[in-house]
């Protein structure tokens, strides 16, 4: 199992970027599938998490309303898109699945974690 993130960027503050993460080994149709980050001396942690049902999606409180995740399992494919990026955005961001259909247990995926996108949001 391999997923992979791709699209960070260096962007200003209030920018947008796409990250899409494309999985190898498995499908991903029937797997939830999360984004996490992992910003420089700080712990990594959840940001976004879709279901094997599209409908299905949660988001760390601290990008709610300014990151969408979407997916199009025909491509094996997950989509972060982020908008109103802030500084403290800046991390390397990392795609994974917890191995379930479902997102409730998403902030405890065993990895592999891959090595992940960088973003950096500075002016």
């Known amino acids: 199992v391999q997923l992979q993130a791709s699209g960070g960027g260096l962007v200003q503050p209030g920018g947008s970027l796409r990250l899409s993460c494309v999985a190898s080994?498995?499908?991903?149709?029937?797997?939830?599938i999360a984004w996490f980050r992992r910003a420089p001396g700080k712990e990594r942690e959840g940001v976004a998490c879709?279901?094997?049902?599209?409908?299905?999606?949660t988001y760390a409180a601290s990008v709610k309303g300014r990151f969408t995740i979407s997916r199009h399992n025909g491509r094996d494919t997950v989509y972060l898109q982020m908008t109103g990026l802030k500084p403290e955005d800046t991390a390397v961001y990392y795609c994974?699945?917890?191995?379930?259909?479902?997102?409730?247990?998403?902030?405890?995926?065993?990895?592999?974690w891959g090595q992940g996108t960088q973003v950096t949001v500075s002016s």
């Open positions: 994974a699945t917890p191995y379930s259909e479902r997102c409730t247990y998403y902030t405890n995926s065993p990895g592999p």
């Open positions: 080994g498995f499908t991903m149709d029937h797997y939830a």
């Open positions: 879709i279901s094997s049902d599209p409908s299905l999606t």
